[in-house]
Structure formats: C-alpha cells, structure tokens
C-alpha cells in the first residue's frame, strides 16, 4: 500500500550473563489527511458538561444583578418549582423514606429538558417522582460556549427528608 510505511526496530534488551534477548517489532502507520473540517467538532453533537456559561433555570434574567447574583436567583426558583410541584408518593409516607435522588438531563440549544433520566434511586417511587418533576420544568436560559448556545448535561440532587 502507498499510503502505508512499514518500520522495523529492532530492540537489545539486556545482556543477561552470557546471553542476549533481540526481539523485533512492527509498527504499521497510515497516512490520515487532516483538514480544518476534521480538527472543528459540529457543537451540535456534543455535549457540554462543563460550558463557560451554565443553563439557568428561568425567572430571574429581567432583573438588573449580577452574573452571579442571577445564578444564584435561578437556583432559588428552581428549587421553589421542584418542591411546590414534588409529590411525594403514598409508599414512601407509610415507610417513611428519606434520602437523596439525583436525576441527570440535557438543556439542549433552545432551553428545552431533553433525555432527563435517574442516576440515583432511594426507592419508593421517589426516583419516578423526581423524573415526572424534572420532564415538566418550564423552558431555561440555555449553556452557551463562546456567546454560542449549546447543549449541557446537569445532575441535579433532590433530597428527601422529614417526612
């Protein structure tokens, strides 16, 4: 093959008292064209985990506060809709379940919850619960990664107790 070069090395290992060991390899390498299309990834495929500006929950961006401020605001929000929306399921009254459920969702480029899905269970239907919550959440500000709007996979922590 021309777009194939075969190397030999050979290597000495150590000289052991009167013996040597010689051992040979070969290294095949192939010739890969490289473009500017291959070295820039399609932003529509990827998912971010870790983007310059996070998702927000909606409510606070009409405010005149800081980036900071807002971030916090949104988590407040956030928080008052899961727990005026949670219900907590009749089996988990009777036994009394406590815990933390922790269920992982994608903000895609328009701010839509996308493939939400529970990474963490306690039981008694709280996971369920807490999924039926997440999927019904109003539309966010979405990520962006260099002023772009881009899709962002979040886990959020809903925690249970004093039931």
């Keep these: 093959m021309k777009n194939t070069h075969q190397f030999w090395i050979i290597l000495l290992l150590i000289w052991m008292g009167n013996t040597s060991n010689i051992s040979a390899a070969i290294f095949y390498t192939q010739q890969i ?10 932003l529509d495929d990827v ?21 900071n401020e807002k971030k916090k605001c949104a988590e407040e929000k956030m928080n008052e809709f899961i727990y005026a929306n949670l219900k907590i399921p009749e089996i988990a009254q009777q036994i009394r379940i406590e815990g933390m459920a922790v269920v992982s969702f994608i903000v895609d480029k328009e701010g839509n919850i996308v493939e939400p899905k529970i990474l963490r269970d306690i039981g ?40």
């Design 33 to 42: 064209k490289i473009s500017s299309d291959t070295l820039e990834p399609d």
């Design 47 to 67: 998912i971010f985990v870790n983007p310059l500006e996070f998702p927000r929950f909606p409510g606070c961006e009409d405010l005149d506060i800081s980036q």
């Design 124 to 163: 008694g239907g709280f996971g369920e619960e807490c999924l039926r919550v997440v999927a019904s959440m109003p539309q966010w500000i979405p990520g962006k990664q260099y002023g772009e709007p881009v899709r962002v996979q979040l886990n959020l922590p809903i925690r249970f107790s004093g039931i």
